[in-house]
């Protein structure tokens, strides 16, 4: 048995993580346009106007937040599909990552369904950018799975799924293990046809 000593130390997180996370549950809770800087300062514990050494505004820190959900997502999946695997299997890790964040990160996935339309123009066309790339990487993974299936199809088909394993802020019926592999198999069965 390892002793408490010897237990790895997690990275404690940065006042400026603190500051995102602590954001992106109030934003979740209560909308973009429902949370002052105040607000967000008392939850971790600041005045709000100590805020600014950080971010320089309250749109900076949804910038941020939801620039740094895309770039987590598109580097996770590139991730995935390098690791050499079979089709169905880089699917499948696919799939199962899409889920694992979407489970681990509620928050992040509600401001992201609601808030793309606040960010500042350079901010939304960056995430916008993102977020094509994460795509056509899906499609390019379904089609080399599923080779049949036509490019427009696998498109819809990944914007489907994403809405399914998104929707799980919104579920609560199951523990996390069970949703997991609920969203895993229902994804899979929406982009992988049945054989006969």
Same mark, same amino acid.
């Given at each position: 048995?390892?002793?408490?000593?010897?237990?790895?130390?997690?990275?404690?997180?940065?006042?400026?993580?603190?500051?995102?996370?602590? +954001?992106?549950?109030?934003?979740?809770?209560?909308?973009?346009?429902? %949370?002052?800087? #105040?607000?967000?300062? /008392?939850? &971790? $514990?600041?005045?709000?106007?100590?805020?600014?050494?950080?971010?320089?505004?309250?749109? +900076?820190?949804?910038?941020?937040?939801?620039?740094?959900?895309?770039? %987590?997502?598109? #580097?996770?999946?590139? /991730?995935? &599909? $390098?690791?050499?695997?079979?089709?169905?299997?880089?699917?499948?890790?696919?799939?199962?990552?899409?889920?694992?964040?979407?489970?681990?990160?509620?928050?992040?996935?509600?401001?992201?369904?609601?808030?793309?339309?606040?960010?500042?123009?350079?901010?939304?066309?960056?995430?916008?950018?993102?977020?094509?790339?994460?795509?056509?990487?899906?499609?390019?993974?379904?089609?080399?799975?599923?080779?049949?299936?036509?490019?427009?199809?696998?498109?819809?088909?990944?914007?489907?799924?994403?809405?399914?394993?998104?929707?799980?802020?919104?579920?609560?019926?199951?523990?996390?293990?069970?949703?997991?592999?609920?969203?895993?198999?229902?994804?899979?069965?929406?982009?992988?046809?049945?054989?006969?």
């Amino acid at each position: 048995m390892v002793s408490p000593a010897a237990e790895p130390v997690a990275d404690k997180p940065s006042r400026r993580e603190q500051i995102l996370a602590a +954001a992106a549950e109030l934003f979740a809770r209560h909308g973009f346009h429902g %949370v002052g800087i #105040d607000d967000i300062g /008392s939850a &971790v $514990g600041i005045s709000g106007p100590a805020l600014y050494r950080h971010f320089r505004s309250k749109d +900076a820190m949804l910038g941020e937040m939801l620039t740094s959900i895309s770039e %987590v997502l598109l #580097d996770g999946g590139q /991730s995935r &599909v $390098g690791a050499a695997r079979s089709p169905h299997d880089t699917l499948g890790d696919l799939v199962r990552f899409h889920v694992d964040f979407a489970l681990d990160n509620p928050a992040l996935i509600t401001v992201q369904e609601r808030n793309l339309g606040n960010l500042t123009d350079p901010d939304r066309r960056k995430v916008r950018g993102l977020q094509r790339r994460y795509v056509e990487l899906w499609v390019e993974v379904v089609r080399t799975a599923v080779p049949e299936t036509e490019e427009p199809t696998a498109r819809a088909q990944a914007h489907a799924v994403f809405g399914l394993i998104n929707s799980t802020p919104h579920s609560r019926h199951l523990d996390r293990a069970q949703m997991a592999d609920l969203l895993t198999g229902m994804a899979l069965a929406a982009l992988v046809p049945a054989r006969a």
